[in-house]
């Protein structure tokens, strides 16, 4: 019986979600460009054209992620609020659903872009004019001073430093090159701990399973506690810190 209420619940969950998710990117595909558009001829300032772009894609994946309700259930904790941008943002990296889930975070964004979410029609077009970091296409010099240009005009970087997803509740390595533009740029890392996404979606599917998931903004690492360091050290401090959140957290 639990066996087939589980089963019913997830195929009602997926009925749900694949159902309004591409709705909803319709409409904001219909709406939001023709508004930034608009917005842009009309304020005549680049600067404030982009942050309204972030700010409004950060908007849909929050709205995407919440389609699944209340099935899945979706819950962001601030450890350190009164923290101010500009931040490199390291998270851990368990499923496709971490990309809409950064929605969550209430500031200016963008994300570093794995090879293949770059070549995807949609995101890498909307990506491109966000100014996103194709990261595995581009000379480290030019990440460095694209990413130094983004923190300089108080846009914050997301990066999902395990360079793939684990599909799991395991950490894997993290890649270095985010904690060397943060100790370029001397701005404070934040780690983000997600829970409970694993299989939401499963690593390899497209098949939602219900849940609760928690995303954790942990206190910044500074750059007066990072002074000194290699980005060696750097990033296992910031590896460390998520790691010790997550087996914080009983069954998630």
């Not at 992620?65 to 851990?92: I, Q």
């Not at 910044?220 to 810190?241: C, E, H, W």
Request: net charge positive.
């Amino acid at each position: 019986m639990k066996s087939i209420l589980s089963a019913l619940l997830t195929a009602l969950l997926n009925l749900q979600f694949w159902i309004f998710a591409p709705l909803l990117t319709a409409i904001f595909a219909l709406i939001a460009v023709p508004y930034a558009v608009a917005f842009n001829y009309t304020v005549r300032d680049r600067r404030r054209t982009l942050r309204l772009i972030r700010r409004s894609i950060s908007y849909y994946g929050a709205m995407i992620v919440r389609c699944g309700w209340p099935l899945v259930r979706v819950r962001y904790v601030d450890h350190a609020p009164d923290e101010t941008p500009p931040f490199v943002f390291a998270s851990n990296h368990r499923s496709s659903s971490d990309a809409f889930l950064m929605g969550c975070l209430p500031f200016e964004c963008i994300q570093a872009l794995n090879i293949w979410p770059s070549r995807l029609w949609v995101v890498g077009r909307v990506g491109r004019i966000a100014g996103y970091l194709k990261v595995r296409e581009m000379p480290f010099e030019q990440f460095l001073d694209d990413g130094s240009k983004l923190l300089a005009e108080g846009c914050s970087i997301i990066v999902f430093p395990e360079g793939t997803r684990s599909g799991s509740r395991r950490l894997g390595p993290f890649h270095g090159a985010a904690f060397r533009l943060a100790q370029q740029c001397g701005v404070k890392v934040v780690p983000i701990a997600i829970c409970g996404n694993e299989r939401i979606p499963p690593r390899g599917s497209l098949l939602l399973r219900p849940g609760r998931i928690v995303v954790n903004k942990l206190p910044a690492i500074t750059p007066s506690q990072y002074a000194g360091m290699t980005p060696f050290k750097l990033k296992n401090l910031v590896r460390d810190a998520i790691r010790q959140h997550l087996d914080n957290q009983s069954g998630v």
